[in-house]
């Protein structure tokens, strides 16, 4: 490849000539007498200048004093609405929060000891059981949206609490269930044998 990058440059008829003494300050005459036409035909903005020796000027810090000003702004205005978004969402007792935990923990070991017991002749049972607990997950996040509406109300606490016992019962009646089908197929093994 390197060698066809240099047969390509090779071919080229690149003009290599010197430039002729003064190009660079013919250049910058130009350049001088196109900016002072501006300047006279009075359609240049003293705001777009950029004096000679000056860092800062005025223009340039009023600039970014606005840009700063409103990001200032911005971020207080975003800082309110956390706060009063805060002060609309219900505290969750430590109490509920504890029982919560405690319901969450035991529908998943439940399930977990569900998957377990999968077996071809117990599909059937637990693809119910995944159906009606989706059914319940389902009215509980509802009963969510409520509690954030209805914080103080004890009936949105206790149906949540039911909510969460009814999966557990959900999941032990299939455990029931899945252990009584595998106790039958048993005893219809042991007959044939």
């Known amino acids: ?50 004096p000679s020796g000056k860092l800062f000027t005025l223009a340039i810090i009023k600039k970014w004093g606005i840009a700063a000003a409103i990001l200032v702004l911005l971020g207080m205005g975003n800082f309110i609405v956390g706060q009063y978004n805060q002060s609309l969402t219900p505290t969750v007792t430590p109490e509920l929060a504890q029982k919560q935990d405690f319901y969450d923990l035991a529908i998943k070991s439940q399930l977990a000891a569900l998957d377990r017991m999968q077996a071809p002749e117990t ?9 009606n607990l989706a059914m319940l997950e389902t009215d509980f ?53």
Request: net charge negative; hydrophobic share 35%.
């Open 1 to 50: 490849m390197k060698e066809s990058m240099k047969e390509w440059f090779e071919q080229q008829d690149f003009d290599t000539a010197d430039l002729k003494d003064g190009h660079a300050a013919r250049f910058l005459q130009k350049l001088d007498d196109a900016c002072e036409d501006q300047h006279t035909d009075g359609t240049s903005d003293d705001i777009d200048e950029k």
């Open 123 to 131: 599909e059937r049972i637990i693809a119910d059981v995944k159906a």
């Open 141 to 193: 996040k509802k009963i969510q949206k409520d509690f954030k509406v209805n914080a103080d109300n004890p009936k949105v606490i206790d149906a949540m609490i039911q909510n969460y016992q009814n999966r557990i019962q959900l999941l032990e009646d299939a455990k029931d269930q899945i252990r009584s089908a595998q106790q039958q197929i048993k005893e219809q093994k042991n007959e044939i044998i």
